[in-house]
């Protein structure tokens, strides 16, 4: 008998992930390759587009074949008509009907998420959110985004983009834009992106490690630089360490706030850092947090890692009934 497996694709603003699967979010073959930034939207379908061959070989030769195709997509999307809303990251996304794209293209029934909401989905159902009513996940990788479980549902809002965490508010002391208050989004300071640019930007004293790591090209640095930077107790990175924890905690606030999750995992490569981030975003959030969450709440890494976004379109995908 035939194997028949889900193709789940995840599409960010720095990676691409392709892998065969089953509705149980298990992974059995894995396909990653890099997002050309500079080409747009039109980059990443040509991407896909190209290694859809092999893994379709690849499903044949594990005994089966692929019945099924989810994507996570790292944007708002219309999860009914299978539209990518818009990118923050890759130009070219808005309105796109990236289901029918590859309906047409494959002949599969093929299904759209929003690659946090995914994420949430799978580390509910897989990771640290077993067990419990109310959770949030929150990625910070090259974005920033959100996704809520509320007594066991998926919460979708109207359909069209919800929990959308990076694209809220903060006061941002260091805003260079044109608006007379000082104001961006989460995503803008906190994502991998964010402390990128402010790395490349800003004054660093000649004592820092981080020139040594970059070769004294500053323009060079990025956020792996800064981890080492970080674990070597080196004072300037430890110092936006600070900030941007202090900043993303104060918005995971507005989140307990609002939802009164019993549990929050952050997610994404910047999460990576591990221990000397998540350790003070817990201090900063309890700190700021409204006296009636504190004590009801935990802040954790994600436990799924870098599997997360494709393990919930697994499992979103093989529940959806108009995939079947």
């Known amino acids: 008998m035939k194997k028949h497996f889900i193709l789940a694709i995840e599409t960010g603003g720095t990676k691409i992930q392709l892998v065969l699967g089953s509705d149980k979010g298990e992974i059995f073959y894995r396909y990653r390759t ?23 070989k690849k499903a044949a030769e594990l005994g089966g074949t692929i019945c099924r195709i989810g994507i996570g997509f790292g944007g708002p ?16 996304w808005g309105n796109f009907p990236v289901a029918q794209y590859f309906e047409e293209k494959t002949g599969i029934p093929t299904r759209l998420y929003n690659d946090s909401n995914a994420a949430a989905w799978g580390e509910y159902c897989l990771g640290v959110g077993r067990g419990t009513n109310i959770f949030f996940y929150t990625n910070i990788g090259s974005g920033v985004g959100g996704g809520i479980v509320i007594d066991g549902k998926l919460f979708d809002g109207q359909g069209f983009g919800v929990a959308e965490f990076g694209q809220s508010y903060l006061y941002d002391p260091c805003y260079q834009g044109r608006s007379i208050y000082p104001v961006n989004h989460i995503e803008r300071i906190c994502s991998g992106w964010g402390i ?9 004293p000649e004592d820092s490690i981080l020139l040594e790591l970059c070769g004294h090209r500053q323009q060079e640095l990025d956020c ?56 003070r975003i817990r201090r900063y959030t309890e700190q700021y ?11 954790v890494k994600s ?6 976004v494709l393990a919930g379109t697994l499992l979103l995908t093989g529940a959806d009934e108009r995939t079947r």
Request: glycine share 10%; with cysteine; aromatic share 8%.
């Open 196 to 204: 990128e640019a402010r790395l490349r930007r800003e004054a660093i």
């Open 224 to 279: 792996r630089m800064w981890g080492q930077g970080i674990h070597k107790g080196d004072a300037f990175s430890l110092k936006i360490l600070e900030e941007m924890a202090e900043y993303f905690a104060i918005a995971l606030c507005n989140v307990l706030c609002f939802y009164s999750p019993e549990v929050i995992a952050v997610g994404g490569g910047v999460s990576l850092i591990g221990e000397p981030l998540l350790e």
């Open 303 to 308: 436990e799924l890692d870098e599997d997360v």
């Open 34 to 56: 890099c997002v050309e930034r500079e080409k747009g939207f039109e980059g990443i379908l040509d991407r896909v587009t190209e290694a859809l061959p092999s893994l379709m």
């Open 289 to 299: 947090v409204y006296q009636n969450c504190k004590g009801r709440y935990r802040i």
């Open 77 to 92: 999307v219309q999860t009914s008509t299978g539209t990518a809303i818009w990118s923050a990251q890759i130009d070219g």
